[in-house]
Structures are given as C-alpha cells and as structure tokens.
Nanobody, 125 residues
Framework: VQLQTSGGGLVQPGGSLRLSCVAS????????IGWFRQAPGKGREGISC????????DYTDSVKGRFTISRDDARNTVYLQMNSLKPEDTAVYYC???????????????????WGKGTLVTVSS
C-alpha cells in the first residue's frame, strides 16, 4: 500500500488549493481514506474522511463548508479541495487509509494504518 500526496504550496488568505492523494496497492472501495494535518507545534488533526464504497464523508468542524473531499475512481485518487483558506490552515497535510470496516469517526481520530508523506500548505500574505 502506498499513498502519494501532492498539491501543497503557498497561498494567500482567502485562496484555494487542491491536494491529491494517489493510492496504489489497494482499491479505494475497500478502504476508508482521510486527510490529516499537523501545524507547527501542534498535534495531528483529522480534517476529513471518506468511505468511497458508499460515498459517506465526515469533516472536522473547523473546515466544514470550506473543504471538500472527493475521489476519482479511474485514477484511484482522493482529493481535498480547500477554499477560503486561513492562516490557521497552515500545516503539513497527510492522507492515510485503513481497510474496511472502519468508522469515519475513528478515521477522524487518526486510527489509520497506512500514511503517506506530507505536503506543506502555507497560508500567508
């Protein structure tokens, strides 16, 4: 199982970025997959999780209405569209996965098996 994360960068407050997580070694339908972040000096935070088999998603409150998790089955890829970015969104972002069955709440709590390398998102003017 491998997860390749990309799409980070520097963006101004109010801007947008889309992160990508390309999965290999498994099919998305058999796993729960999520996005996490770790800001400087802080612990890891679960921000969005998806169960592709039924399309269910969940988000942490701080990103609801601004971030959207989605998938492309043909590319076995999961995306995180981030809009209305704020300086406090600055962090290293990771994707992670765990085989089903697995609750989305457990996913958001960081109970995942495989982790990709992070991509840095910096929100600054």
């Amino acid at each position: 199982v491998q997860l390749q994360t990309s799409g980070g960068g520097l963006v101004q407050p109010g801007g947008s970025l889309r992160l990508s997580c390309v999965a290999s070694g498994f099919h998305l339908d058999y796993n729960v997959i999520g996005w996490f972040r770790q800001a400087p000096g802080k612990g890891r935070e679960g921000i969005s999780c998806m169960r592709p088999s039924d399309g269910r998603t969940d988000y942490t409150d701080s990103v609801k209405g601004r971030f959207t998790i989605s998938r492309d089955d043909a590319r076995n890829t999961v995306y995180l569209q981030m809009n209305s970015l704020k300086p406090e969104d600055t962090a290293v972002y990771y994707c992670a996965t765990k085989p089903r069955p697995h609750a989305l709440t457990a996913c958001l709590n960081g109970d995942m098996t495989y982790w990709g390398k992070g991509t840095l998102v910096t929100v600054s003017s």
